[in-house]
Structures are given as C-alpha cells and as structure tokens.
C-alpha cells in the first residue's frame, strides 16, 4: 500500500520487527466502525455514490463478522490491522475499496481507533470497579461493628472496625472511578481528518464523523492529533493506581489470612494449596494481585518513555503504546474480576478479632484524652501514660488492671472506665471517624 516508489521488498526481518497486527488486531471493530464513518462522510462530500458507500459497509461487516468468527487470515506483510482490512476490503469489493482512504492517514486511523478502544475499555472498567466495592462494601457492612486493632508501621494503634478497614479501599476505588471518568473526556475526542499530520486539502464533515462515532468534539491541531498519546499514559497511569490499591488490600488480606493474624478466611474456591506441604491454603489470588501490579508499573514507564523526545509529529515509536496499554487492560480486569468474588466470599473470624482488639494498650490514647479532660495539657496526659504504659510492661500487669493512682495522682479510679472499648469505639463520632454509627452512615451512603 506504500511501495510505489520501492524497488525492492521490504527484508523479512523489518516485517517482522514492525508487524503490529499480532497485537492490533483487536482493535478491529473500532477500525471498521471509524472506516464507516468516514465512508458515510465522503458520500458527503461527493467522493462516493450511495452504492459505492453501500458495498463498502457492506464489505466491512463481513470482514468484521469473520475477524470475530477467527476466520479471518493476518498477513503480517500488510503490517497493522488498518491495511489488513483495507487489502481485504478491496480484494473482497475491487477498487471501491481503493477510494476508502481518501483524505485519510494511518496516522489519524490509529488515534482514533485507539480513543475508541480505550473509551470502551474505561466503560467496562467502571462497571468492574463498582463491582469490586459491592463486594467491599457488602462484607463492610456484615462486619461493620467487628472491633479489630488499626495499626501504624504495623504495629497496633488504636481500635476500629473491620467495616471501617474496608470502607477505606472503597473510598479509594472511587477516587479511581472519578479519575478514570476524568480521562475518559480527554480520551472521548475525534482525531479523525487531521491526515499524516496537516489535515488534508480534501475537507470530509469532521462533525458528522465524530458524532456518528460518539465522540464529544474533534480534536483542534492536527499535529497534537496525530502525535498525542497522554489520554493513553493518563489511562495505564490510572490502572497503575487502581493496580497500587488493589495491591495493599492484598497485603492486608494476606496478613488478615496468616496464622499470626487470623482475622480472616478466603474460600477455598479462592486459595491454593501446597504440592509439598499438605496443611497450606495460600492466598495466591492476592500475592498475584500485589505482582502484577509490577507488570501495570513497567507499562506506565514503557508508555512515559516511548514518548518522551519524540519530534512532532508521528514517529513510529508510537506504535509502542499499544502493547503496555492491552497489557495493563487485560491485568487489571481480571485483578478486578477475580478479587470481587474473593471478597464477596472471604469470612472475618470474629472471635479471633474481639480477642486482638481487646488489648487495653488500644486505648492508651484514650486514657491521655480522659487526663485533657480533666485538665491536663496533652503533652504532660501523654507523658502520664507513657509512664503507666512502662509500668505495665515491666510489672506484666495489663493496662486495664494496673493501680493507676499508683503511678501519678493525676488519675483516680474513674480513669479506667476508659477500658470499654465499646465505649472508646461509640466517642469516634466525627466526620471520617470510625464509630459503628459513623460506619453505618457511610455504608448506606456508598449503598445509594
Ligand atoms: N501500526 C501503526 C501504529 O500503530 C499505524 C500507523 C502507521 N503510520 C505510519 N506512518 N507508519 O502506530
């Protein structure tokens, strides 16, 4: 389709290093629903008769039925999936075919084939991700007043619940759905008509072509056009994310699922076991989750650096963008999809959890708050209880049961009507704190 001026044929091993259609031709039905619109534009313009666009389409639709039929032969000499349909559009209608590219490049091709495809790809993901909070939120909320420890650096803090725990990555995942809604307006935009990279001296009704392909507008600079792969890094940038968040609650479900932890249990629908050790049931799903996250990193840094440096306006160097972006699609949905029925079928073993929560160093906090209360500025109720702290380390008494009058007269005996912890747990009623009442609030709130 570009030898007129060679003479000779192009080396195997060029082909072989410049095929994309092993990889591109799955963006076939944007392909042929992008040449249509185009098709129908021309007829517009007086460059086809209604029957010439009519065999045209026609012609298109078979070869899309029999791409998704896998009836269809790739040539890798043809390249890319663009000339692969358009060599059998024209095998399959004559030189009707040959007047499909009129006013049109590759390169204008590709981007908007690309935008479609990752418009699709965002809507699909939104559905996913609203599906993985489901799951988060429906055992958030079986489990919404199971006390556990919070922790920082890993080491217990203070009490909250399970279902506050687990709403924390559903506040997370919908920061991603806000995002991946904010990409898609720059990804919903119609490069189609900007050509190599100048437009063309042909004019087609870009309007009607991106109103025909459900686009919002048409891009303004053809050079940006053709040269513009951001709405492509801000995407894999967004799976990365999503990839990050999904890949700390496997952290925590693999701590959850330990023997040292034990606050919960995944099916075995949902776990593996040893060939070697026959007592294990490992949570892969979630090691695998946290590794492929790797794989969604590499692909931002592949998409980040294909295009750095590039001159305006096409290089073929852009051709790299759609494997890291295929790749990073096809983890993340199935991450997605995979960890959805784990949650919606792992279990919280209650006991286990009161039994961590009831350590009274949980409410050590709590006990410097009752000393402001009284009176006593929060660096010197700090101090106090740091003292009772050490004291009940060394004498082995707990928290709770330590004379706390004994270690400073600032505390009367009320002072351990703190130890409650239904009581410390009912006081965390502001905004974002995790009362049970508070968590019940915010569970029907994402409910809705
Ligand atoms: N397969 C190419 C790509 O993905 C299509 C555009 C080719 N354009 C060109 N000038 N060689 O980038």
Redesign the pocket.
Known sequence: MWKGRFSQATADLVQQFGE?ISY?WRLYPYDVAGSIAHARAQVKAGLLTKEEFHKIETGLREIETEIAAGEFEFSIEL????MNIESALTKRIGPTGGKLHTAR???D??ATD?RLYCRAAIDELLILLRDLRSSLLDRASKYAGTVIPGYTHLQRGQPVTVGHHLLAYVEMLSRDESRLIDTRKRVNVCPLGSG?LAGSTINLDREQIAEELGFDSVTTNSMDAISDRDYIAELIFNLALIGGHLSRLSEDLILWCSSEFGFATLSDAHTTGSSLMPQKKNPDVCELTRGKTGRLYGNLTAILTAIKGLPLT?N?D??E??EPLFDSIDTLTLALKVNTEMIAAMTINEEVCEAAASDPLLLATDLADWLVKEGIPFRSAHELVGKAVAASVTSGTPLDQLDLTAVDPAFTTEASAVFDLKIALAARTNPGAPSVENVKKQIARWQE
């Open positions: 994309s591109d390249e890319d999936i663009h490049s590759r390169n091709q590709v690309t190599a096409y073929r852009l051709q963008d759609k």
